[in-house]
């Protein structure tokens, strides 16, 4: 395959980036947005949706999306979603009504399942092997880095005015000139699969693992804010910190999967990243001094990042060229039903256990499931 230009690859470093912001951007904004909307009723709970909704809509929404991109193709796909993206993202700079703002949040949603099937499907389609492997190391670490930008650049402005980190979003428009010009519908030559016999087989079976994975995940940034802030009075700059802290070591792993690729199998991978993430709840639960946190945290940001990047890598492995966009999209609505899914689940944990125990009790768990999928590996139920 020919060698992909910095152009391209910036492109798809930045359309990915794009899709960390569905959520962490305006989550300092909240506090603000309750004080505006005072006389709104269930505010408390309306507020809190404004961070669900894009991913209830990524959940429900991305295998039907998948087939619009199909349709319509991918470049096309992305600067329609890159507008909406930054018209519906914005909308809180010019909406003024609680019930617009939402509507707006579930579009955004919408926007950013598009660009995430595109951004995946058209790394099948630029990247082979090993180079595949390396790009998707450099685009978990840049994802990282986003979300550390975002969440810093975010608080910042909502301290200015909580409108302003809605600003942000405008970012999709400097996108669009690029996709116009940089991005195309890759005709595949020479197309290789890692192993043809597994072509498209056991998919369903990854798609559970990434719903697993993100459904255990997601703990991180919903459930430490309340330790860190609540059991030991630590302020919001300090949690903040601290998930930033985890952010950058997720980075750091995303970079480190081709290293760990060039030695175990996906399914390997996997199990070695669910210790790692278990091991890291375990530590977390047991730090009693705030600033252990930071060595605490970074230890599950590390895990997920090989996992998140491996989950990708194992799917594109499996799937043929003409069937990535749809396996993209169901890869996609797997990842955010887990997200969407994850305080739901573990809330009654966290009420009959409490915040202090509840990530030492997590942590057991997540060795106990690795155990058994260790189990099915040597079963070969999966490879």
Do not use: C
């Not at 391209?8 to 959520?23: P, V």
């Not at 796909?77 to 707006?104: E, K, W």
């Not at 910190?241 to 081709?258: K, L």
């Not at 997540?366 to 999928?373: D, E, G, H, P, Q």
């Amino acid at each position: 395959m020919k060698k992909v230009s910095l152009s391209i690859k910036i492109t798809m470093l930045l359309i990915a980036m794009t899709t960390m912001m569905s959520n962490v951007a305006i989550v300092t904004a909240l506090p603000h947005l309750k004080d505006y909307f005072s006389d709104t009723k269930n505010i408390e709970f309306l507020s809190r949706m404004m961070i669900t909704l894009p991913s209830l809509a990524i959940a429900f929404l991305a295998p039907v999306l998948g087939h619009f991109v199909y349709k319509i193709g991918r470049k096309k796909s992305a600067l329609i979603a890159l507008l909406l993206f930054t018209v519906m993202g914005s909308s809180g700079v010019y909406l003024d009504t609680m019930n617009l703002l939402l509507f707006s949040r579930f579009m955004l949603g919408i926007a950013i399942a598009i660009l995430m099937i595109v951004s995946t499907s058209l790394i099948g389609d630029y990247f082979q092997g090993e180079a595949r492997h390396k790009f998707m190391g450099q685009q978990g670490a840049f994802i990282s880095l986003g979300g550390v930008v975002f969440v810093v650049g975010g608080g910042i402005l909502s301290d200015i005015n909580w409108r302003y980190s809605f600003a942000i979003y405008t970012i999709g428009f400097l996108l669009i000139p690029l996709v116009y010009t940089f991005l195309n519908e890759k005709v595949i030559e020479n197309f290789v699969v890692e192993d043809d016999s597994d072509l498209n087989a056991n998919l369903f079976f990854i798609y559970f693992l990434a719903f697993l994975l993100m459904l255990i995940f997601y703990i991180l940034p919903t459930q430490i804010p309340f330790l860190i802030m609540n059991h030991f009075n630590a302020s919001g700059t300090m949690a903040g910190a601290i998930i930033a802290t985890a952010f950058i070591s997720n980075g750091i792993g995303a970079i480190t999967f081709r290293k760990f690729k060039q030695r175990f199998t996906h399914a390997q991978i996997y199990i070695i990243g669910m210790i790692i993430i278990g091991f890291g709840f375990i530590g977390i639960g047991l730090v009693h001094n705030v600033y252990f946190f930071f060595l605490t945290s970074p230890i599950m940001g590390f895990g997920g990042g090989i996992l998140m990047t491996n989950m990708t890598a194992w799917m594109l492995s499996r799937t043929h060229h003409t069937q990535r966009i749809h396996k993209s999209a169901y890869l996609t609505s797997a990842l955010f039903l887990g997200q969407f899914f994850s305080p739901i689940i573990f809330h009654p944990v966290v009420s009959y256990f409490s915040i202090e125990y509840f990530f030492t009790v997590v942590g057991i768990g997540v060795l106990s499931i690795t155990l058994f999928n260790y189990i099915l590996l040597n079963r070969q139920i999966y490879k």
